[in-house]
């Protein structure tokens, strides 16, 4: 994983180079931390590109932007095609390679095929590739988006593109401010609805889309989409488990592709249990693990993690995390993920980055993606129930199901009235597109109501659900009930705030590469083809993937209930170890002062959550959260810091 940035301006501007300079090698030093090895910058007539390395694959010579002499075709890319060695294989009759890199592939793979290459690679990616012989930057991001690539196209026509917003900013090209309508989407949703970001003007490129910048036009094509809709295959276990062993060991023997060691983040958890097993088996036995630790017992699963390490004899270390930690950690978290949240779950995520990065390391194995693909989440679970209580909606017996899922719940929630008001949500509509998000998306919905009343009406009419549905194509309404589920949740908060907010920014902060087997192409679209009952067998989740693990992981493991990942919000921000960027930020005036949330709401719920003994809801921390994030939001970016001066002059610049 690297970073990227760039944007075209218009042929023989040869008056200008010094200001192009400028810009491109601010633009380049701003996402320093993602690519700290070299930072590089090339001016071409008609395009300036830039790149900050994070070298893993070829370090020698694998150097950006890559340039194609012949054609004068030139990349910048940031991420990995794992099949490299394969594509190259494919192509070294027809390109003479010079470098073992991957970039270099996605070169002669263009010459070869054009931009429906991309069809054809195995991996994460967002790159750019600027092609002089017709004038036109071509742009392409993986088929999940675990690599960010932002745009904002420019007065006169042209373009600018980097991984990360700030990058923009720091070229002088784009003005920051926050886009309203993203932060409401935000707020509902866990992420704005792409192209839409947390800022006017920056566009992001949706997962699974090429696009063409051409004499001022750009012009998007999704080239993938994920397929819930495929015919199950028929219910044949032993089949299945071999077909399941065969694709999840070459998604992993894939990512352990490096010229550097890789190692795996360890949660306790099946997920990432099973990937350590499966690397560990590969690797002869020379893993390393991480894990983060809590010191809030209600948070921490060291126990689990150290059982999982001892089994499989890996190298293991943990981080742990206070309160006051989290607090100290959240500005830096909004910093680099560039979007609102309702969570402090990252975190945890950047502290366990740096820790990793601390040891010398510059690539985890992580299990992202098992639980959308396997139907791990209560999500699911619920709508299993949901589906059928609205078979019968005045049942008094149906609803009871949901103790089974959320036995946390006091006896007072789980009477059958707050259970229906809760869960009941859209019962007379259960075919509708998005009836098995409507409950997640109704409780964090509840934040709208601190919108300061000016914003609130600037916004009015933005339904934020509306906006995601309006992306779905046609034919998922007619999928199965957890079919729609699936595809709602891989294009919402797994692409929107999992490998985003918590996954690529938190790695990269540190300057580490993710990599998520789970959500490889051929572990996807195998997932598809399960038949739903084999991945959820009533309301045991992900059945088959247990199958499967038996004898590679411990039963302790297998045995356990579903644990979903969580991290302190309001002892972090209004406890004893609060710290005092969040009193300055959430006092009345400064939340006035930007605008979007009504100060004496925030008001009186600061005093609600710093209460001694005070009874903590969901729906009041994710409220507090979404607050302070959005403050810290507006501190980094309307006001941004000039990037250093010496990161500037530390970018080696070329011409062409």
């Not at 263009?110 to 590739?129: H, K, P, S």
């Not at 276990?237 to 894939?254: I, K, N, T």
């Not at 797994?494 to 918590?502: D, K, M, T, V």
Request: hydrophobic residues 45%.
């Amino acid at each position: 994983m690297c970073g990227i940035a760039g944007f075209t301006f218009p042929a023989g501007t040869g008056t200008a180079p010094a200001l192009h300079a400028d810009r491109l090698r601010r633009m380049t030093a701003s996402i320093k931390h993602r690519g700290p090895d070299a930072q590089r910058a090339l001016l071409l007539d008609g395009a300036a590109l830039g790149h900050a390395r994070l070298s893993i694959v070829d370090l020698a010579s694998g150097h950006q932007p890559m340039r194609d002499e012949a054609t004068g075709l030139t990349v910048v890319f940031n991420g990995e095609i794992f099949n490299h060695v394969e594509l190259r294989e494919q192509l070294a009759g027809a390109y003479a390679f010079r470098t073992r890199s991957d970039t270099e592939v996605i070169l002669a793979a263009f010459l070869a095929w054009g931009i429906d290459c991309v069809r054809r690679f195995e991996g994460q990616w967002a790159f750019a590739l600027w092609d002089p012989r017709d004038r036109t930057l071509w742009m392409s991001r993986d088929r999940v988006g675990i690599c960010p690539l932002f745009y904002a196209t420019l007065p006169g026509g042209d373009l600018a593109f980097a991984s990360e917003a700030k990058a923009l900013f720091a070229s002088g090209l784009v003005t920051p401010a926050l886009d309203a309508r993203g932060l409401k989407q935000t707020f509902q949703l866990w992420a704005p609805v792409a192209p839409r970001t947390s800022f006017e003007g920056v566009s992001l490129l949706p997962p699974a889309h090429t696009a063409r910048w051409r004499d001022g036009e750009l012009r998007l094509q999704r080239y993938w989409d994920l397929d819930f809709g495929v015919t199950p295959d028929a219910p044949d276990a032993p089949r299945l488990l071999e077909e399941l062993g065969a694709v999840l060991d070459r998604a992993v023997r894939l990512r352990l592709r490096a010229d550097v060691p890789v190692a795996a983040y360890l949660s306790g958890g099946l997920d990432s249990s099973l990937l350590c097993a499966l690397a560990q088996e590969q690797l002869g036995g020379t893993l390393r693990t991480f894990s983060v630790g809590f010191a809030h017992a209600r948070f921490d699963e060291r126990t689990h993690q150290a059982t999982v390490a001892e089994q499989l004899r890996t190298e293991h270390r943990v981080v742990e995390m206070r309160d006051g930690d989290i607090g100290a950690l959240v500005p830096g978290v909004i910093f680099h993920a560039e979007q609102a949240m309702m969570r402090s779950a990252p975190a945890p995520f950047l502290r366990l980055s740096g820790w990793v990065r601390d040891h010398g390391i510059k690539v985890v194995l992580t299990g992202e993606g098992s639980d959308e693909m396997f139907l791990g989440y209560d999500l699911f679970k619920e709508t299993q129930v949901r589906q059928f209580w609205a078979r019968q909606p005045a049942s008094k017996y149906r609803p009871m199901l949901l103790r089974r899922l959320y036995p946390t719940l006091s006896v007072s929630q789980q009477s059958v009235e707050l259970l229906r008001e809760f869960f009941g949500q859209g019962l007379e509509s259960p075919d509708a597109l998005a009836f098995s998000h409507l409950v997640r998306w109704g409780n964090s919905g509840r934040i709208l109501r601190f919108l300061a009343p000016e914003f609130a009406a600037k916004v009015a009419d933005e339904d934020p659900v509306a906006s995601v549905l309006a992306t779905v194509p046609g034919a998922v309404a007619g999928w199965r009930p957890l079919a729609r589920a699936q595809y709602l949740e891989a294009r919402t908060l797994l692409s929107g705030y999992l490998l985003s907010a918590q996954g690529d920014r938190m790695l990269l902060g540190n300057a580490v590469e993710g990599r998520f087997p789970f959500l490889d192409t051929g572990v996807m679209e195998f997932a598809a083809r399960v038949p739903e009952r084999l991945r959820l067998r009533g309301l045991d989740e992900k059945y088959l993937l247990k199958r499967f693990s038996r004898g590679r992981v411990p039963a302790s493991i297998l045995e356990r209930s579903k644990f979903p990942y969580r991290a302190p919000i309001a002892g972090a921000l209004v406890g004893p170890e609060a710290p005092a960027w969040a009193r300055e930020l959430l006092a009345p005036e400064a939340v006035a002062a930007t605008g979007v949330f009504d100060a004496r709401k925030v008001e009186r719920l600061v005093a609600k959550l710093r209460a001694p003994n005070s009874a903590e809801s969901e729906a009041d921390t994710m409220a507090l959260f979404a607050v302070a994030s959005t403050q810290l939001l507006a501190h980094h970016f309307l006001s941004p810091r000039p990037v250093p001066q010496a990161d500037v002059d530390a970018v080696q610049l070329e011409a062409a």
